[in-house]
């Protein structure tokens, strides 16, 4: 049981400078956050927390994002699945990625951590911060 808890996240993305930036944006800011650096560590972190919010890249070696995205629709229908990928044709890789569920996406290098957290926020609207 997570009563009273902060939401969780699990973050998943092979560049390892970037979890650690996540880590510790989302934690300072009382959020339960974990990270893994690839696909299949990070899906057997999304099994074992059930997170509210699972933030992927989409190119990883071994399990990709798609992947992730697919098995968490399947399993845990209620937890929002957000892109963070280095992709540049025009829409097209953000355009699929919603239509199979994702909650967001955004282009990475990411302008800004802010506007991530507030979707974050949206995403677990109605969950309670620490
Ligand atoms: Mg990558």
New binding site residues.
């Given amino acids: 049981m997570r009563a009273m808890m902060a939401p969780s996240l699990v973050a998943i993305?092979?560049?390892v400078e970037f979890t650690k930036t996540l880590e510790q944006f989302f934690s300072v800011r009382g959020y339960d956050i974990h990270v893994a650096i690839t696909g299949l560590t990070g899906i057997e972190l999304v099994n074992e927390y059930k997170p509210d919010v699972v933030l992927v890249?989409?190119?990883?070696p071994g399990m990709d994002g798609d992947e992730i995205l697919k098995r968490v629709r399947e399993t845990l229908p209620r937890t929002k699945v957000i892109f963070i990928?280095?992709y540049n044709d025009g829409g097209k890789t953000r355009d699929r990625l919603l239509s199979l569920g994702a909650f967001a996406h955004f282009d990475?290098p990411l302008s800004s951590l802010r506007d991530l957290f507030d979707t974050v926020k949206r995403a677990t609207a109605g969950q309670e911060l620490a």
């Fill in positions: 993305d092979d560049e890249d989409l190119k990883m990928t280095a990475k």
